[in-house]
Nanobody, 117 residues
Framework: QVQLVESGGGLVQPGGSLRLSCAAS????????MGWYRQAPGKQRDMVAR???????NYADSVKGRFTISRDNINNAVYLQMNSLKPEDTAVYYC???????????WGQGTQVTVSS
């Protein structure tokens, strides 16, 4: 089992930035994919960004050019740098780990991001 703990969420004005962190309880080297989903009130949980073990990244179209995902296999952490935030980015953001690239195996508890003036 791997426990994932997110941090870094909060309230930010439109156009601002936040950096989310996801700390794993043990090594993430065996995780083929690490990434982030988000869920806004009344909506389904959608993939935001993911990073493969080799470093390849994928992003949802809505965040391309604004968000950057990174992975630190030494410190067992994943990060999501979010710039030029918009009100529609408001959601609970969840970190996940996927061992085989099929579907998420582990989830964090989520961190709230609110973009509002």
């Amino acid at each position: 089992q791997v426990q994932l703990v997110e941090s870094g969420g909060g309230l930010v004005q439109p156009g601002g930035s936040l950096r989310l962190s996801c700390a794993a309880s043990r090594s993430i080297r065996s995780m083929y994919v690490m990434g982030w989903y988000r869920q806004a009130p009344g909506k389904q949980r959608d993939m935001v960004a993911r990073i493969f073990s080799g470093g390849i990244t994928n992003y949802a179209d809505s965040v391309k050019g604004r968000f950057t995902i990174s992975r630190d296999n030494i410190n067992n952490a994943v990060y999501l740098q979010m710039n030029s935030l918009k009100p529609e980015d408001t959601a609970v953001y969840y970190c996940y780990g996927d061992r085989e690239g099929l579907s998420p195996d582990y989830w964090g508890q989520g961190t709230q991001v609110t973009v509002s003036s």
